[in-house]
T-cell receptor, first 115, second 114 residues
């Protein structure tokens, strides 16, 4: 068990550019979550996968955001045409169906800065 | 709507003193309750969780929390704070149906003075 990993850890981009983040969950976990955390706030839910199926999306996930988990393992979160308001920490978490319900293990996050 | 409130934005405690961080939730059903800690630049680490049973739960690093259904509270406590406990603490609520999102409070920043 190597934990949840995220790449990159930091990303600086210019407004209008596209960015993509990757999350590798704990290997036996079949549920994967994306959260966004802005300064002074707790994490806010964005979306959730069970295996490769995206089962829930938050209203925060505008049409510029897209997430995939093509083989039910790693996931990517893409933001198109970034805006300064997208600057935040993007956290990934995973959990195991059948385990202690909803215990989510978090990765270190990707900090996005949009200039 | 479901919500989690952490009334204290920032708390300063002397090293060796006791600590209590407050958490109240608004939720219609039996919640799953969590406390996470986040150090600067780090992800979230689970301190403890409550699903059912004994309302006083023990966690890592000497933390405990008590679930009080009548008060809709899940306060975090530690009898003696160490300087390394300085961090941000988040209370979170999970839905009964496994696998859905956690709702987090805005967090309490703990500073420890010597």
């Amino acid at each position: 068990d190597t934990g949840v990993s995220q790449d990159p850890r930091h990303k600086i981009t210019k407004r209008g550019q596209n960015v993509t983040f990757r999350c590798d969950p704990i290997s036996e976990h079949n549920r994967l979550y994306w959260y966004r955390q802005t300064l002074g706030q707790g994490p806010e839910f964005l979306t959730y996968f069970q295996n490769e199926a995206q089962l829930e999306k938050s209203r925060l996930l505008s049409d510029r955001f897209s997430a995939e988990r093509p083989k039910g393992s790693f996931s990517t979160l893409e933001i198109q045409r970034t805006e300064q308001g997208d600057s935040a920490m993007y956290l990934c978490a995973s959990s195991w169906r059948g385990g202690p319900n909803n215990e989510q293990f978090f990765g270190p996050g990707t900090r996005l800065t949009v200039l | 709507a479901q919500s989690v409130t952490q009334p204290d934005i920032h708390i300063t405690v002397s090293e060796g003193a006791s600590l209590e961080l407050r958490c109240n939730y608004s939720y219609g059903a039996t919640p799953y309750l969590f406390w996470y800690v986040q150090s600067p630049g780090q992800g979230l680490q689970l301190l403890l969780k409550y699903f059912s049973g004994d309302t006083l739960v023990q966690g890592i690093k000497g933390f405990e929390a008590e679930f009080k259904r009548s008060q809709s509270s899940f306060n975090l406590r530690k009898p003696s704070v160490h300087w390394s406990d300085a961090a941000e603490y988040f209370c979170a609520v999970g839905f009964y149906q496994a696998g859905t999102a956690l709702i987090f409070g805005k967090g309490t920043t703990l500073s420890v003075s010597s």
